[in-house]
């Protein structure tokens, strides 16, 4: 590139367009059950959404025209949406693996609910992560809130309230061993 030439910005449409591309490749590669190379791609997209709305900021400093209105309330709502579908199914692809990482799928699952509040699956997805953290009350929380009543979420249900029932049955026996006087 010459001195004299300006670098080209990636206009958001591209980046929202590139996004929904990463998307979609990674719904095929969860769909053939190739969950890190789907997690690959719903990283790809959301890299991809959160750049959206810099080139304000970038071109301005580098002197080139950029719009430095805001970003229009459609393309936001546009980016969120896919940002929130994106973590959605990163949480999927994790808890398909063989050792999931619990607390990255709450984050991701946070994520969503951030931006879609009664979002069912991640509800879901953040019940069972909580489950799996020994986080039972919080668990059998979000699976409620999940409000689905198939076979899965209703052996969640149980397991929580067993685990809240053993975590229970250990603080009375320790309370009880603080408290009861040598003989």
């Keep these: 590139m010459e001195s004299s030439e300006k670098p080209k910005l990636v206009s958001d449409k591209e980046k929202i367009e590139t996004a929904e591309r990463f998307k979609k490749e990674g719904n095929e590669q969860y769909k053939a059950k190739n969950y890190k190379v789907a997690i690959g791609k719903y990283h790809r997209a959301i890299i991809q959404l959160k750049a959206v709305g810099q080139n304000r900021n970038i071109g301005n400093l580098m002197g ?8 229009p309330t459609e393309v936001k709502d546009r980016t ?51 489950y799996h953290l020994k986080n039972y009350e919080e668990a059998l929380e979000y699976l409620q809130q999940s409000k689905q009543n198939d076979t899965l979420t209703r052996k969640y249900l149980t397991l929580c309230k067993e685990g809240i029932a053993k975590q229970e049955q250990e603080l009375r026996t320790a309370y009880k061993k603080m408290f009861t006087q040598p003989t």
């Design 80 to 130: 969120n949406t896919l940002k929130a579908d994106c973590y959605n199914n990163l949480a999927a692809c994790m808890l398909q693996q063989e050792e999931p990482n619990y607390e990255k799928i709450v984050e991701h699952c946070n994520n969503v609910l951030e931006a879609s509040k009664g979002n069912v699956k991640a509800l879901y997805r953040k019940g069972v992560a909580c």
């Design 64 to 71: 080139l025209s950029a719009d430095s209105t805001d970003i």
